[in-house]
């Protein structure tokens, strides 16, 4: 868009001389007079008085002259410099016509290109999945006396809080969801030795796939966990990758004087330049073991 405030410049061209004789002619005329009148040693009044007045005219109308081209000569360099300013204002005019019509593409491209991801991050949450996480819940049994305790799924792991408007990505489905649970490794202090159960599970964890989860549902797992030993739940979905560890913990105010302590991890990867490294970040619970 161009700016409205350039006012146009209007240049007035250089009045023509009214006279056509160049500076210098008058003082030629009065040096001649002033020849002429020094041929004769001893001129008279009369002949004197009428030379004396033309050098004066001469001169008069020589520093006239004078004037009148310094004058032109000044009409001539302040036309000059407006028609300078006012090429730089065409120059400028067009600048700002060019980058408007350059502004104008760049936004057409940039809302072609702001419609094109949104399509692509459309397409990618349908295949995918969303970018949420399913969390597991150990609950007590019906029964105290049952040492196997039910687990929960839930989704998203983190429940959205009260007013709030999940986002399509937010509610994207979790796709092709797995977890493989195995054992954390609790050495007993006495042989310091581990059960052959939890050793073996370090190498074959019980590996379950849940499908497509919806975000937000709850469902029921199809395992169950053994009250007294810790465990570490491998979570998968196509997009992320987390890790569930639950302990349960002695507490006889509790029901069935268990507790349960949960915390969710990513797991993440750093590329560096001559190292590959893996890292947590805890996004969900407080583990206490």
């Given amino acids: 868009m161009l700016d409205p405030l350039i006012v146009p410049i209007q240049c007035s061209a250089p009045h023509a001389p009214w006279y056509h004789l160049p500076v210098g002619i008058f003082a030629v005329l009065a040096g001649l007079g002033a020849a002429i009148m020094s041929l004769r040693e001893k001129p008279a009044w009369k002949w004197k008085a009428p030379w ?86 150990v609950l007590p049994p019906i029964s105290h006396n049952d040492d196997l305790w039910p687990v929960q799924i839930l989704t998203p792991g983190t429940p959205w809080p009260h007013g709030h408007v999940p986002t399509p990505a937010e509610k994207a489905p979790l796709i092709d969801v797995t977890v493989d649970i195995s054992e954390i490794l609790k050495p007993d202090p006495k042989t310091m030795t581990v059960s052959p159960d939890a050793f073996e599970s370090q190498f074959f964890p019980q590996h379950y796939s849940l499908g497509t989860i919806t975000v937000p549902e709850m469902r029921t797992a199809p395992f169950k966990l053994r009250v007294g030993r810790d465990y570490q739940l491998l979570i998968t979905t196509r997009r992320r990758v987390f890790s569930e560890r639950v302990y349960f913990l002695r507490d006889e105010k509790a029901i069935g004087g268990w507790k349960v302590s949960e915390c969710v991890v990513e797991k993440y990867t750093l590329y560096g330049r001559d190292s590959v490294i893996g890292g947590e970040r805890l996004i969900d619970g407080r583990c206490e073991n």
């Fill in 52 to 137: 004396l007045l033309a050098i004066f005219l001469f001169t008069a109308g020589e520093l006239q002259m004078i004037v009148w081209s310094d004058a032109d000569a000044a009409e001539k360099r302040d036309y000059a410099a407006c028609q300078l300013e006012k090429n730089f204002q065409t120059i400028e005019t067009e600048s700002q016509r060019q980058f408007a019509i350059t502004a104008g593409r760049l936004g057409k491209v940039i809302t072609a290109q702001t419609i094109a991801l949104a399509t692509e991050n459309k397409m990618l949450m349908q295949t995918m999945g969303g970018a949420a996480y399913p969390k597991f819940y």
